[in-house]
């Protein structure tokens, strides 16, 4: 069986919801949600802490809370979704083929796609901890979804490893429970995670953050007994003799995440080696014509904010896409003739990664509004320069008072500034982080 829609979204969290938002305000007429999860929200409905929604909503929400108003939208908007639903395969027609104990198998034939499928956490084995396999080491989400969801208790005596946001997040939930965190040891000279987090689920509570520090051995036969971990040295080894052992019962990795791209694989979207994503232009159009990406799946995000901001804009493109409202680019690679936006020196992954010219009908593209490009730097400057290069021009100069790879930067190039490259159509984009001037600490802004 096949049906026909004008855009098919992949994934029905926090980016598909706004996706599809997006793509009804632009005009689609038919648009489905895939969910593969048992209801609509995705990550949120297990993050039962506040802080979401206050640059969007202006208001401190919990995850549920922030999802409940996308999924009210959606339903007074009167767009379909299917939970419980599994995308089995994607094809380069933009076909999809669907499972779920309800439809039984289906074949969607989308006019566009958009992928949403979130990221998932890094497991034990992608890090290489020696040691026994024994109960009581899980991720900071599976940790989540057990005390939140479950209303289960992973363990009385917790280590984090790592220090991302979930981390940091579950070191004070498990410590609200009852809980003893002992530390939340990070590999890196600075956390992963939001400033705010450290302050508020450590600091606050008073949980040390052991920079500079990993785990070096598990001991336990059954159930985890102790850990022992080290200082690291420049080079992320440990240094011998530095060795602490810590009783615990329970190890939580907050180790990072990685997009769900497996479908965007199959479909044969170019995936980033730095972001995990698919390499996108300034439309969230992958290599495959009619295919876009956003929110998790494309590159790991700090806020939900940024993620439905995102993602609406992505269901835009992709229902402008569907209806023939835009000029599309040449259907044997997406990204011909196109410009390249690259890490300078201080920056990993800046998305998106290029500045598309030349569409279909060949006309040129034009800058309808200005380009947003988002990055992490390499390291922490404090102060630090922001600047963006074209063939030896700076286009935008800014100090900031400080950039850490726990934080997601952003910065924006005026329209005025992108269309001569559209025009000129060669050289590349180049975005750089260094240390400023410690005189001139405050910031400011120069556009070309």
Request: hydrophobic share 40%; proline share 5%.
């Amino acid at each position: 069986m096949t049906e026909y829609v004008d855009v098919l979204v992949i994934g029905g969290g926090p980016a598909g919801l706004s996706a599809a938002l997006g793509a009804h305000e632009a005009g689609a007429g038919r648009i489905l949600i895939l969910e593969r999860d048992g209801a609509l929200g995705g990550i949120l409905q297990q993050c039962i802490h506040s802080g979401f929604g206050l640059h969007r909503f202006k208001d401190e929400l919990t995850g549920p809370e922030y999802a409940g108003r996308d999924v009210a939208r959606i339903l007074e908007a009167g767009i379909p979704f299917r939970c419980n639903t599994m995308v089995l395969a994607l094809h380069d027609d933009l076909s999809a083929e669907t499972i779920s104990p309800t439809d039984g198998c289906r074949t969607i034939q989308a006019g566009s796609i958009v992928l949403a499928m979130g990221c998932r956490e890094r497991p034990r084995g992608a890090i290489g901890i020696p040691g026994s396999r024994c109960a009581g080491i899980m991720t900071a989400g599976t940790a989540q979804r057990l005390v939140n969801l479950e209303g289960l208790m992973p363990g009385r005596r917790v280590v984090i490893l790592g220090s991302g946001d979930i981390g940091l997040i579950m070191a004070r939930r498990m410590t609200c429970e009852g809980a003893q965190v002992l530390a939340c040891i990070e590999l890196m000279p600075f956390s992963s995670g939001l400033k705010r987090n450290v302050v508020q689920c450590l600091d606050d509570f008073g949980i040390p953050l052991l920079l500079s520090h990993t785990v070096v051995d598990i001991h336990g036969r059954e159930r985890l007994e102790a850990v022992t971990i080290a200082k690291v040295d420049d080079t992320l080894n440990p240094i011998p003799g530095t060795e602490q052992r810590i009783d615990c019962d329970t190890l939580l990795l907050s180790v990072g995440l990685i997009p769900e791209n497996e479908l965007s694989r199959q479909i044969g979207v170019t995936i980033s080696p730095v972001t995990g994503g698919p390499i996108v232009d300034q439309r969230l159009q992958t290599s495959v014509s009619g295919v876009f990406s956003c929110g998790n799946v494309l590159h790991v995000h700090d806020l939900v904010d940024e993620v439905s901001a995102e993602s609406m804009e992505a269901g835009r493109q992709a229902a402008r896409h569907a209806l023939g409202k835009q000029g599309d680019l040449i259907k044997k690679g997406a990204h011909a003739n196109a410009v390249p936006i690259r890490d300078g020196a201080g920056v990993r992954g800046v998305v998106p990664q290029l500045l598309s010219q030349t569409l279909a009908d060949g006309s040129l593209a034009q800058a309808t509004g200005p380009l947003k490009l988002s990055f992490r730097p390499t390291a922490v400057f404090k102060p630090a320069l922001l600047t963006v290069h074209w063939q030896g021009q700076v286009l935008v100069s800014q100090r900031r008072r400080i950039l850490t790879p726990g934080e997601l930067c952003m910065v924006t190039i005026p329209a005025t500034a992108i269309q001569p490259i559209l025009a000129a159509g060669t050289g590349e984009l180049v975005v750089s982080v260094e240390a400023a001037d410690q005189k001139s600490s405050g910031e400011d802004t120069h556009h070309a």
